[in-house]
């Protein structure tokens, strides 16, 4: 599959031009007092639209805006109503000062973005790599999130990823170039209309010849200062009360051999290691696993988020980058649709 960074939200050199493009982006109008909304970041709440926009601490913000030093149409505003395009955002003319000196998360020593695998009105599909994080954390600073801002420039709205992938999980992740795009897709994705489709490794034979809709509650724990997520039977209680949060999944397979077996995974929930926990719960943990699994790794995980397919039909795919034995040559041409007919396994 050919690859393209894309030239009007990215730009190779913009990095080095980060502070100036930012400065020029953020010139204030109306002799130095505020901002234009533009169309990508209309729907947003003012606190969030700020943030964004001058990298400044919320409690200041928060601050300002209580105060009456940041008003919306020159009235006052609060800090949680939604802005339109065109409003425009009175900031108090020290500000800017402060816009210019804060290094909020500007790191030009980020690694490049992962390449695009294709572009579908205001989302941007890119290939995460196994071991980039979505988001930054505490143990990192490195992930997707921040690479899209440092490599943002002079745009009014940061692209954002519209879901989650797993750190150690490679493949397809959504970004969102306009807040109104971010919120569609988050409500598609809560009403369950974005299909996402997983190849994976597992060891073993695989003994299902049917579809199998795996129903489990998974839990997460911490054992050895890491964490970990334990699977229960639908009917398991602590307490009187079900166990962590229902995961459903559905699985079939491609490819089974006696050692190892390829399989069509559809998460119909998002939960963290869902497709790990799960298949190890089974007896058949992901190749290359040293998390879920109980013998020791060589090679990747052999987990790929390959093909994401959006409500109006629109596909993206792509192929993993797992070395032989386990190489995948061809996307399949079955696709989990349903859940009608499937065999179901819930202990």
Same mark, same amino acid.
């Given at each position: 599959m050919t690859v393209n960074q894309s030239p009007d939200l990215l730009d190779a050199d913009c990095a080095s031009r980060q502070n100036s493009a930012m400065n020029e982006n953020l010139s204030p109008a109306d002799n130095g007092s505020g901002f234009l909304v533009t169309e990508a970041e209309a729907g947003q709440k003012l606190l969030q639209l700020l943030e964004r926009r001058l990298h400044l601490a919320p409690s200041l913000l928060h601050r300002w805006i209580r105060t009456g030093q940041i008003r919306c149409n020159a009235a006052r505003c609060k800090p949680f109503e939604r802005i339109a395009a065109g409003d425009f955002i009175r900031i108090p003319p020290f500000a800017w000062k402060m !816009? &210019?000196?804060s290094t909020f998360e500007r790191q030009p020593s980020l690694p490049p973005l992962p390449p695009e695998a294709g572009r579908h009105e205001q989302l941007v599909a890119y290939l995460k790599p196994a071991g980039l994080p979505t988001h930054p954390g505490s143990a990192h600073t490195d992930s997707l999130a921040a690479r899209l801002r440092q490599y943002a420039g002079a745009s009014p709205f940061v692209p954002v990823p519209a879901h989650r992938l797993d750190k150690d999980t490679q493949g397809l992740i959504l970004v969102a170039t306009s807040h109104s795009a971010l919120r569609s897709l988050q409500a598609q994705i809560r009403a369950g &209309? /974005? /299909?996402?489709e997983y190849l994976c490794w597992v060891k073993g034979f695989w003994p299902w010849q049917r579809t199998l809709l795996l129903r489990h509650r998974l839990s997460k724990s911490w054992e050895a200062g890491y964490e970990k997520v334990r699977v229960f039977g639908l009917a398991d209680r602590e307490g009187g009360a079900a166990v962590g949060k229902l995961a459903e999944t559905l699985v079939a397979p491609l490819k089974v051999g006696q050692n190892a077996s390829l399989l069509l995974v559809r998460i119909l929930t998002g939960r963290t290691h869902q497709i790990r926990a799960q298949m190890a719960h089974l007896g058949h943990p992901l !190749?290359?696993?040293?998390?879920?699994?109980?013998?020791?790794?060589?090679g990747p995980l052999c987990l790929c988020a390959f093909r994401l397919t959006l409500p109006d039909g629109y596909v993206f795919a792509t192929l993993p980058d797992w070395p032989e034995p386990f190489a995948v040559h061809e996307i399949p041409s079955q696709s989990l649709t349903s859940t009608q007919n499937t065999e179901i396994c819930c202990e």
């Open positions: !816009v &210019q000196q &209309q /974005l /299909l996402k !190749v290359g696993d040293a998390k879920y699994g109980s013998e020791p790794v060589r």
